[in-house]
């Protein structure tokens, strides 16, 4: 019922112990080198060059390959050589089970196979995100996610508007606020009329009649709603090799609305459905 | 009847989580704590047989929590309840850290008691 990996939906399904699936990691960690070690190992770097990219990338946020052809180190030749050499000698997770004995080589596609239909409700439609905006991958997952979960945990029937950029996000009854960092800078807003809180109220606590709730339950449904949606969000953005870390969920009052950060962008997912209103935001920081 | 520990800042999801361990007559819920924090120190004073735990909380988040707790106590037995679970480095990091289990929100009862009884 969530974004998975597979050695996780492995070990929920019993097919093999947790311990199995560290030593597997294990064997991925020690035979999967990092950019710098494969550049070294090639000739093109030394210990020294990959303390100074260690050093630069502390005052700028670039990855070790293009750090490295930034300061001359290597060309952007050299570059591709050394990502084709990590690509071509990775060790898959399913791989890594396989050789520590933990999945039968034979059994191994079955796995898989029911790991991608397992997983089939999670592959990221298209959304149409504007031009110029950062990353559109990621904007794109975050919004398909959400219409996923709207449907999916909250049971709203809903229709997608199309994506906007935008100043500010409107103030409504309900608006959660969720901060997301690493390799993206972000919050990600909610924005709920009353009958939509009611609706998330209703899927969280699993009861068809929430009128007797506190305000104080009712909110936290919906900060709930979001931890579960930005959770999912930073799980399908690792499979995509970004690294997103989630503060705790808040619910903040928006009155005269939410503005868009200075030197960033601010996207606007409008929701429809038949009684309320529902905006999704994307605020995303200058990087 | 085993004891357990709920940490989780939403009141929502304590009261769910509560619900299904309860519910299943196996277990009994003897304290919810709202952070991390809580966590470590109601776990000194009530002993419980499972703590079952967010990460993602204010004050002390679940992760520091955890190494803190098998510190305290090498026998602990944590089951991490995240919307992280499906976050592959935080799904290692809690088992290599201790955790028995790690189980993704939104949960399903079913997995939980799974998950509980197996421990």
């Given at each position: 019922m969530?974004v998975?990996f597979f050695?996780?939906?492995?070990?929920e399904?019993?097919?093999?112990?947790?311990d199995?699936?560290l030593k597997?990691?294990?064997?991925?960690?020690s035979?999967?080198?990092?950019f710098g070690e494969?550049?070294?190992?090639?000739?093109?770097?030394?210990?020294?060059?990959?303390?100074?990219?260690?050093?630069?990338?502390?005052?700028?946020d670039l990855q070790?390959?293009d750090?490295?052809v930034?300061?001359?180190?290597?060309?952007?030749?050299?570059?591709?050589?050394?990502?084709?050499?990590q690509?071509?000698?990775?060790?898959?997770?399913?791989?890594?089970?396989?050789?520590v004995?933990?999945?039968?080589?034979?059994d191994?596609?079955?796995?898989?196979n029911?790991?991608?239909a397992?997983q089939?409700?999670?592959?990221?439609?298209?959304?149409?995100?504007?031009?110029?905006?950062?990353d559109?991958a990621?904007a794109?997952?975050?919004?398909?996610?959400t219409?996923?979960?709207?449907?999916?945990?909250?049971?709203?029937?809903?229709?997608p508007?199309k994506?906007?950029?935008?100043?500010r996000l409107?103030?409504?009854?309900?608006?959660?606020?969720?901060?997301?960092?690493g390799?993206?800078?972000?919050?990600?807003?909610?924005?709920i009329?009353?009958?939509v809180?009611?609706?998330?109220a209703?899927?969280?606590?699993?009861?068809?009649d929430?009128?007797?709730?506190?305000?104080?339950m009712?909110?936290?449904t919906?900060?709930?709603?979001v931890?579960?949606?930005?959770?999912?969000?930073?799980?399908?953005?690792?499979?995509?090799?970004?690294t997103?870390?989630?503060?705790?969920?808040?619910?903040?009052?928006?009155?005269?609305?939410i503005?868009?950060?200075?030197?960033?962008i601010g996207?606007?997912?409008?929701v429809?459905?038949?009684?309320?209103?529902?905006e999704?935001g994307?605020?995303?920081?200058?990087? | 009847?085993?004891?357990?520990?709920?940490?989780?800042?939403?009141?929502s999801?304590?009261?769910?989580?509560?619900?299904i361990?309860?519910?299943?007559?196996e277990?009994e819920v003897?304290?919810?704590?709202?952070?991390?924090a809580?966590?470590?120190?109601?776990?000194?004073q009530?002993?419980?047989?499972?703590v079952?735990?967010?990460?993602?909380?204010?004050?002390?988040d679940?992760?520091?929590?955890?190494r803190?707790?098998?510190?305290?106590?090498?026998?602990?037995?944590?089951?991490?309840?995240?919307s992280l679970?499906?976050?592959?480095?935080?799904?290692?990091?809690?088992?290599?850290l201790?955790?028995?289990g790690?189980?993704?929100?939104p949960?399903l009862?079913?997995?939980v008691?799974?998950?509980l009884?197996?421990?």
């Open positions: 969530a998975k050695g996780q939906f492995m070990v399904k019993g097919l093999i112990s947790s199995a699936l597997a990691i294990a064997l991925q960690d035979s999967n080198l990092k494969t550049a070294k190992s090639m000739g093109f770097i030394t210990n020294a060059d990959i303390e100074r990219v260690h050093n630069a990338q502390r005052k700028e070790f390959g750090m490295s930034k300061l001359g180190m290597i060309t952007q030749d050299q570059l591709k050589e050394v990502l084709t050499k690509k071509n000698s990775h060790l898959h997770i399913g791989e890594a089970l396989v050789k004995g933990a999945v039968k080589a034979e191994l596609r079955k796995h898989l029911a790991f991608k397992d089939a409700p999670y592959v990221v439609d298209k959304v149409a995100i504007p031009a110029g905006v950062p559109p990621f794109e997952l975050t919004a398909d996610l219409y996923k979960m709207l449907s999916r945990i909250a049971n709203l029937t809903i229709r508007g994506c906007v950029v935008v100043q409107d103030d409504n009854d309900t608006v959660v606020d969720m901060k997301m960092s390799s993206i800078k972000a919050r990600y807003l909610l924005s009329s009353r009958d809180q009611n609706a998330i209703r899927a969280i606590l699993k009861a068809d929430v009128s007797k709730e506190s305000e104080e009712l909110n936290d919906v900060m709930e709603f931890n579960i949606v930005c959770g999912n969000i930073a799980a399908k953005a690792a499979q995509m090799g970004k997103i870390e989630i503060a705790p969920p808040k619910n903040i009052k928006a009155k005269g609305g503005p868009a950060p200075v030197g960033g996207l606007l997912f409008p429809f459905v038949a009684d309320g209103r529902i999704v994307l605020f995303i920081e200058k990087a | 009847m085993k004891k357990v520990l709920v940490v989780d800042d939403s009141l999801v304590g009261r769910e989580l509560s619900k361990i309860t519910g299943s007559g277990f003897i304290g919810h704590a709202k952070n991390g809580e966590a470590i120190q109601m776990y000194r009530v002993h419980p047989d499972i079952c735990m967010d990460m993602n909380m204010p004050v002390m679940g992760m520091t929590a955890l803190t707790l098998v510190v305290l106590d090498k026998n602990a037995k944590v089951v991490m309840v995240t679970g499906g976050v592959g480095d935080k799904y290692t990091e809690a088992l290599k201790g955790a028995k790690v189980i993704s929100k949960f009862s079913d997995d008691l799974k998950t009884r197996g421990l």
